[in-house]
């Protein structure tokens, strides 16, 4: 492993886009957080930065798991489910575009209705209404003119965000080499040799230095 390599620890290789049960007493992150290896690389990358510049992708798992050309099939199944991944959300992303335009535009037809039978009203049987009425029913109606937009104007320019910075770091992920080891041995108090399986942010955050 290099400083420059994400680290992640499974129990198997379909942890890596599975969701293992959630369980508290475990040791490992993954279980703790009930999330799948993959799952959890790509919301570390979003909140940590970092260079992936020759850094590989570093899935360490029991060594009984790990058989002969496990790491080119791990890649393969990687760089499928980051190419599927990104499809899917390109299309949620038109999807979201396309319901939400088609929202607001019903939605600025039925203000612009409202807003002419007003403009008649106040041309003629609202003429007479003392003013502050007239400034009442316009800010009344100015006001579900701008709640009404707002929720299909906000889905439109905001909604895909997300799903276009997943996007970005699914392809940062995908460019990655991936590499298959066995867990770390840790020392544990009394000297004996253990089985080290813990991720921790510490893996996928900018390194210093």
Known sequence: MTARDLEIAVNSPGQMFDAPEIDPFSENTLEILGMSGLAYITRQLQAHRRDLKHARLLVRMPSDQITPGLDRRLADAVHRYCRAKIEDNEVEIHLIRFRSALG??????????????????????????????????????????????????????????????????????????????PNSPATSADGTATSAHVNSADMIAPQQG
């Open 104 to 181: 607001l535009g019903s939605l600025m037809v039925i203000v612009a209705v409202i807003v002419v039978v007003a403009y008649f009203l106040y041309t003629g049987p609202l003429a007479e209404i003392p003013q502050a009425i007239q400034v009442a029913i316009a800010f009344t109606i100015s006001l579900f003119a701008w709640v009404s937009l707002w929720d299909p104007l906000e889905a439109l320019i905001f909604n895909p965000i997300a799903l276009m910075r997943e996007n970005f770091t699914l392809r940062r992920i995908n460019e990655l080499e991936i590499a298959v080891e």
